[in-house]
């Protein structure tokens, strides 16, 4: 994993520079980065102001990438059900988070507010508001008037030539689908349509982890991804004192010295797909320590590197993503995910194939490998020990009952209850597999338990027969409902937060009041919030009882929407919709 840094090349000096055919925004990332910047507390101004700053975001990397053929631009929409439970747990941690006593912001303005206020702009102040995070989800105000504002802008700017002769497909907040997956399913139907696709240049722009998984499992040849430098991540730039001022040049409120909208060139970085599938694939044949022979003739075939990137995206999942939790022995932020990789090379000439087969999954090797895996789980066991301080815990069997019935809430002697939990785990990684390969295999789906079953009883499942129904997705009041905390539920019609009151129909999945394990990590991410798992069927059932109460205003943004595609030919302007 160490050699994985070399794939970060700088923008200018890449090798795809001047280059791309085909660029892909995974547009969250810039309404995240131009509206707020991770500043704490958050600045206070027009939402017009924000409008402005997320389209220069978006002018800007445009004609830093100059594509070629088209930009694909894809916003965050109604998310599948095994989304939607992670985005619980993430929005009801910082509600508690920040409503326990002796809660502080980071900075505090010199009269003592919670947050800044943006003195002397030419803007009215009655328009100065205050914004969180929150308001970047389907089904908000702020999203809906984002949506439409973008539409618009983006129309214009084909009307005046900006994007030259380059097709814009534009697939806002009202479409169904997370962002990214968005874009992958777009490059997926093109590369159907035209095999030549897959030759050419491809590049995604985006902060999310899934980003690299999902596009090294389009066997693209020529795929990068295109990031700010780790210097410039959001993380880091959340650590920066606010130090607003205005800019009477460009009509922008800035954050501060280091603020998104200001990067260049240089501050950018690509990662080629093509380098990492060669690293992961050397390192394969180094430490599995395989020779070519009719045994091992499968690593070394012509498509040994991609089903080798498939099988490694299986292994990330065991690490934990926003579908299922990480298994008790592996984690990316430490050496046990290196120790898994480095298992599964060793394994691979004993499996004389590899786990997966597009998004199927081989059992007998899965199991093999889990097998192998929890002999590992001795050592985690004593961590645990020295890190809880309970010298009991160094016993394998007295640690399997102390997680299972301490953290899981399962009876250590009921062993059908350990065995439902590995089975549906299983399928969780069927399910994730498929939504990486495929897309949604099921919008209902998602994986009920707040932690993982043991290696060591995962090593118990020799077969899986799964079959997902597909259902369809809620609409994004719903989404809204779902993921809403009860701090923030004046986004909701008043009609809604009744539902999800303590007297409403759906007030056991919205507690006040709920346990937070942290697990000794010092992270607050890496803290398990135990939280009832919620069934978006009954939900939208409960839902859609009220709706006929709606005010028109609200019921427009479950109106489901359409990607459109923007194009000027010479003197010619067309805007096409295509329904998705």
């Known amino acids: 994993m160490e050699n994985f840094s070399k794939m970060r090349i700088p923008l200018q000096d890449s090798d795809i520079y001047g280059k791309v055919d085909y660029?892909?925004?995974?547009?969250?990332?810039?309404?995240?980065?131009?509206?707020?910047?991770?500043?704490?507390?958050?600045?206070?101004?027009?939402?017009?102001?924000?409008?402005?700053?997320?389209?220069?975001?978006l002018l800007k990397i445009f004609k830093l990438v100059k594509p070629k053929k088209m930009m694909y631009i894809g916003v965050d929409g109604v998310c599948p059900s095994a989304k939607i439970n992670q985005q619980r747990t993430r929005r009801f941690r910082l509600y508690k988070s920040t409503t326990k006593p002796g809660f502080k912001p980071y900075y505090k303005s010199e009269e003592g507010k919670f947050e800044y206020t943006v003195k002397k702009l030419p803007i009215p102040s009655y328009d100065n508001v205050s914004f969180d995070p929150s308001y970047i989800s389907p089904g908000t105000e702020f999203m809906s008037m984002m949506d439409s504002e973008l539409r618009n802008w983006i129309a214009l700017q084909t009307y005046e030539g900006t994007w030259e002769d380059c097709f814009i497909v534009y697939s806002?907040?009202?479409?169904?689908?997370?962002?990214?997956?968005?874009?992958?399913?777009?490059?997926?139907?093109?590369?159907e349509c035209d095999p030549k696709v897959k030759q050419e240049n491809h590049l995604v722009y985006g902060l999310d982890?899934?980003?690299?998984?999902?596009?090294?499992?389009?066997?693209?040849?020529?795929?990068?991804?295109?990031?700010?430098?780790?210097?410039?991540?959001?993380?880091?730039?959340?650590?920066?004192?606010?130090?607003?001022?205005?800019?009477?040049?460009?009509?922008?409120?800035?954050?501060?010295?280091?603020?998104?909208?200001?990067?260049?060139?240089?501050?950018?970085?690509v990662l080629s797909m093509r380098f990492l599938r060669r690293i992961m694939y050397s390192r394969c044949i180094q430490t599995s320590e395989a020779v070519s022979n009719d045994t091992n003739k499968f690593l070394f075939n012509q498509n040994a590197r991609n089903r080798l990137t498939d099988d490694f995206s299986l292994l990330s999942f065991l690490a934990g993503n926003d579908f299922l939790p990480h298994l008790p022995t592996v984690e990316l932020c430490n050496s046990s995910f290196n120790d898994l990789v480095?298992?599964?090379?060793?394994?691979?000439?004993?499996?004389?194939?590899?786990?997966?087969?597009?998004?199927k999954i081989n059992m007998s090797r899965l199991q093999q490998l889990m097998t192998e895996l929890s002999k590992l789980e001795i050592k985690y066991f004593k961590q645990k020990s020295a890190l809880e301080k309970i010298s009991e815990f160094s016993d394998p069997k007295k640690y399997a009952k102390y997680y299972y019935e301490n953290k899981c809430d399962i009876d250590f002697n009921n062993k059908q209850a350990i065995r439902k939990m590995c089975e549906q785990y299983i399928e969780g990684l069927f399910w994730t597999l498929s939504y990486y390969h495929s897309g949604c295999p099921s919008w209902n789906w998602c994986y009920k338990y707040h932690y993982a079953p043991l290696v060591s009883d995962l090593a118990k499942i020799s077969t899986a027969s799964i079959k997902f129904h597909k259902g369809e997705p809620i609409t994004p009041l719903e989404h809204l409902l779902a993921i809403t905390p009860p701090n923030n539920i004046q986004l909701l019609p008043p009609l809604y937060r009744k539902l999800s009151g303590p007297e409403g129909k759906l007030g056991e999945y919205f507690p006040e009041d709920f346990e937070i394990c942290q697990e000794g990590k010092e992270n607050e991410w890496e803290h398990v919030v135990k939280l009832p798992f919620l069934d978006t069927r009954l939900l939208s059932k409960v839902a859609r009882s009220v709706n006929d109460e709606l005010k028109y205003t609200n019921l427009y943004k479950n109106k489901p929407g359409y990607t459109n595609v923007y194009h000027r030919r010479a003197k010619d302007s067309t805007n096409k919709k295509s329904q998705t």
């Open 172 to 191: 806002g907040t009202d479409v169904p689908g997370e962002g990214e997956h968005k874009i992958y399913d777009a490059i997926r139907r093109m590369a």
């Open 209 to 269: 982890a899934d980003l690299m998984m999902l596009s090294l499992i389009t066997k693209m040849p020529n795929m990068y991804i295109l990031r700010e430098k780790s210097d410039h991540a959001p993380h880091k730039l959340a650590k920066i004192k606010p130090n607003p001022y205005f800019s009477k040049e460009t009509g922008l409120l800035h954050f501060h010295g280091m603020d998104y909208i200001d990067f260049k060139i240089t501050d950018y970085e």
């Open 342 to 359: 480095n298992t599964y090379y060793k394994m691979l000439p004993k499996f004389r194939g590899f786990l997966t087969e597009s998004y």
């Open 23 to 57: 660029f892909y925004v995974d547009m969250n990332a810039v309404i995240h980065a131009a509206t707020h910047g991770n500043v704490s507390p958050s600045l206070m101004m027009e939402d017009q102001q924000r409008m402005r700053r997320i389209v220069t975001s």
